[in-house]
């Protein structure tokens, strides 16, 4: 990361030089051709900053997308809004779903011949439409994304205020809900689509453009220029599939399942392997990226302690295994929110909304693999060979636990502590630790060994009769 950010100072540095002394404008094209997800938003980020730092005139997206994640066309959208420099969108095929909400929070759109911008309905994998609550979000968010460019205000004889959207909120707002009806646009029961000419006419495109060049030259009136584009690094594609939210859950699922397989067989062994694996992926790219600091991976490491010190120290589940599991989370959702000490002013809900849902996704995907694998190590398949399976007989000398104390069962004593139900006896001057088998026992009274069992001696107390 760091190496990359010194060839953009020194690439920005040489360009900035050149372009000055000639006065050339510079450019800078960022190609969204894919599906809208992780690896997008990187692209837009990386693109959006370089553009900065080499001082273009403007941005260019290149566009010719189906849509994507709408959390990451959100993000690609406000990136945009609040850009300094102009962003312009060339749609060179298609911009539908999530990208005709990136299209739309652009300055300028420009499409060719043959285009498409709309039906922005919210659907999940297999295509079908989501329940209103998503709709919802999206028709607020398109909306709002329409308003930003803003509106004329004038006002009627009878002194109402009358708006003129640059673009109209509420064809926006069409193209994710099939009930708006706009007359002379769209019927009830469709979701709107405009092709390019359509766009024109309704103040959704500023023209009609056959490449980027013709888009420059005619619609900017830029004829002498230098035309930069993002070119995405092998670590941007790494990247952008290591902070997917679907592979960070996986990843979460592979540290909880890791971390409790390996604390049923004690050992630095096979699980332990995985799970630091998937947390070094997990954490990783995050904090070489900035968006992770190092004290959140502290945060979650001392949960982990807690964790082990509760199970491997203290008996039974309290306050360390409490805290242990609260570090814990805390730790894996602040990692993917990009706050500053915990200063969240810069970070949108649904940033923190989409953290929260990749982690507790990840925790119920791990209890499910806890509880399947628990099923499976140690019979048939590939996870047989990760349990013990040889018997250790008595006839072979060995023994399950020590019989030096088996003598005991049936002598008397006293207690010398409390038992609650733990503590110690005395018989024969002898000190012991024992259980009391039933409630507790107070100081001094007199017990009798009942039973000698994984190591440890049961006592009861002696009723006079």
Same mark, same amino acid.
């Given at each position: 990361?760091?190496?990359?950010?010194?060839?953009?100072?020194?690439?920005?540095?040489?360009?900035?030089?050149?372009?000055?002394?000639?006065?050339?404008?510079?450019?800078?094209?960022?190609?969204?051709?894919?599906? @809208?997800?992780?690896?997008?938003?990187?692209?837009?980020?990386?693109?959006?900053?370089?553009?900065?730092?080499?001082?273009?005139?403007?941005?260019?997206?290149?566009?010719?997308?189906?849509?994507?994640?709408?959390?990451?066309?959100?993000?690609?959208?406000?990136?945009?809004?609040?850009?300094?420099?102009?962003?312009?969108?060339?749609?060179?095929?298609?911009?539908?779903?999530?990208?005709?909400?990136?299209?739309?929070?652009?300055? $300028?759109?420009?499409?060719?011949?043959?285009?498409?911008?709309?039906?922005?309905?919210?659907?999940?994998?297999?295509?079908?439409?989501?329940?209103?609550?998503?709709?919802?979000?999206?028709?607020?968010?398109?909306?709002?994304?329409?308003?930003? &460019?803003?509106?004329?205000?004038?006002?009627?004889?009878?002194?109402?205020?009358?708006?003129?959207?640059?673009?109209?909120?509420?064809?926006?707002?069409?193209?994710?809900?099939?009930?708006?009806?706009?007359?002379?646009?769209?019927?009830?029961?469709?979701?709107?689509?405009?092709?390019?000419?359509?766009?024109?006419?309704? &103040?959704?495109?500023?023209?009609?453009?056959?490449?980027?060049?013709?888009?420059?030259?005619?619609?900017? &009136?830029?004829?002498?220029?230098?035309?930069?584009?993002?070119?995405?690094?092998?670590?941007?594609?790494?990247? !952008?599939?290591?902070?997917?939210?679907?592979?960070?859950?996986?990843?979460?699922?592979?540290?909880?399942?890791?971390?409790?397989?390996?604390?049923?067989?004690? !050992?630095?062994?096979?699980?332990?392997?995985?799970?630091?694996?998937?947390?070094?992926?997990?954490? /990783?790219?995050?904090?070489?990226?900035?968006?992770?600091?190092?004290?959140?991976?502290?945060?979650?490491?001392?949960?982990?302690?807690?964790?082990?010190?509760?199970?491997?120290?203290?008996?039974?589940?309290?306050?360390?295994?409490?805290?242990?599991?609260?570090?814990?989370?805390?730790?894996?959702?602040?990692?993917?929110?990009?706050?500053?000490?915990?200063?969240?002013?810069?970070? &949108?809900? $649904?940033?923190?909304?989409? $953290?929260?849902?990749?982690?507790?996704?990840?925790?119920?995907?791990?209890?499910?693999?806890?509880?399947?694998?628990?099923?499976?190590?140690?019979?048939?398949?590939?996870?047989?060979? @990760?349990?013990?399976?040889?018997?250790?007989?008595?006839?072979?000398?060995?023994?399950?636990?020590?019989?030096?104390?088996?003598?005991?069962? !049936?002598?008397?004593?006293?207690? $010398?502590?409390?038992?609650?139900?733990?503590?110690?006896?005395?018989?024969?001057?002898?000190?012991?630790?024992?259980? /009391?088998?039933?409630?507790?026992?107070?100081?001094?009274?007199?017990?009798?060994?009942?039973?000698?069992?994984?190591?440890?001696?049961?006592?009861?107390?002696?009723?006079?009769?």
């Amino acid at each position: 990361m760091k190496i990359r950010f010194f060839l953009v100072l020194i690439t920005a540095f040489t360009i900035y030089n050149t372009l000055s002394a000639q006065n050339v404008p510079l450019i800078y094209k960022i190609n969204l051709k894919k599906e @809208i997800g992780s690896t997008s938003w990187i692209y837009v980020r990386n693109g959006l900053n370089e553009a900065d730092s080499l001082k273009a005139s403007c941005i260019i997206l290149h566009m010719n997308t189906y849509g994507g994640a709408v959390l990451y066309a959100d993000s690609i959208r406000t990136a945009i809004l609040n850009n300094p420099i102009p962003v312009y969108a060339f749609i060179d095929n298609n911009a539908a779903s999530a990208g005709a909400l990136i299209a739309i929070a652009c300055d $300028s759109i420009y499409m060719r011949k043959g285009a498409n911008i709309g039906a922005a309905t919210v659907v999940d994998q297999s295509g079908e439409v989501l329940p209103d609550k998503y709709q919802s979000y999206m028709r607020a968010t398109i909306r709002a994304t329409a308003e930003a &460019h803003g509106a004329d205000t004038t006002y009627t004889a009878q002194g109402d205020t009358l708006l003129t959207w640059r673009r109209d909120p509420k064809i926006a707002e069409a193209m994710v809900d099939e009930r708006i009806c706009i007359p002379q646009i769209i019927d009830s029961g469709k979701i709107l689509t405009f092709t390019a000419q359509e766009a024109i006419k309704h &103040h959704y495109c500023e023209g009609v453009a056959e490449n980027i060049d013709q888009v420059i030259t005619d619609k900017l &009136h830029i004829n002498e220029y230098v035309l930069k584009e993002y070119k995405p690094t092998l670590y941007d594609e790494i990247k !952008g599939f290591l902070v997917n939210p679907a592979f960070q859950a996986i990843l979460i699922m592979l540290i909880l399942a890791g971390i409790y397989l390996e604390m049923q067989s004690p !050992g630095i062994g096979f699980p332990l392997a995985i799970a630091i694996t998937a947390a070094l992926l997990y954490f /990783a790219p995050l904090y070489i990226d900035g968006v992770a600091a190092y004290w959140e991976i502290i945060l979650f490491l001392i949960g982990v302690a807690c964790m082990a010190v509760e199970i491997f120290v203290i008996p039974g589940f309290g306050l360390a295994g409490i805290a242990g599991a609260v570090f814990m989370l805390v730790g894996l959702i602040l990692a993917t929110v990009n706050n500053v000490d915990f200063n969240f002013d810069p970070v &949108h809900a $649904s940033d923190i909304n989409r $953290s929260v849902l990749t982690v507790v996704c990840g925790i119920a995907l791990g209890f499910f693999a806890i509880l399947y694998l628990s099923n499976k190590i140690g019979k048939k398949g590939f996870l047989r060979r @990760i349990a013990l399976n040889t018997s250790q007989e008595i006839s072979a000398g060995y023994i399950g636990v020590p019989e030096d104390m088996q003598h005991l069962v !049936g002598k008397t004593g006293i207690a $010398s502590t409390i038992l609650r139900p733990a503590g110690r006896i005395i018989i024969d001057n002898e000190r012991y630790d024992a259980v /009391a088998l039933y409630g507790y026992i107070e100081p001094e009274t007199p017990v009798k060994v009942v039973k000698y069992e994984n190591s440890q001696l049961y006592v009861t107390i002696i009723k006079n009769e």
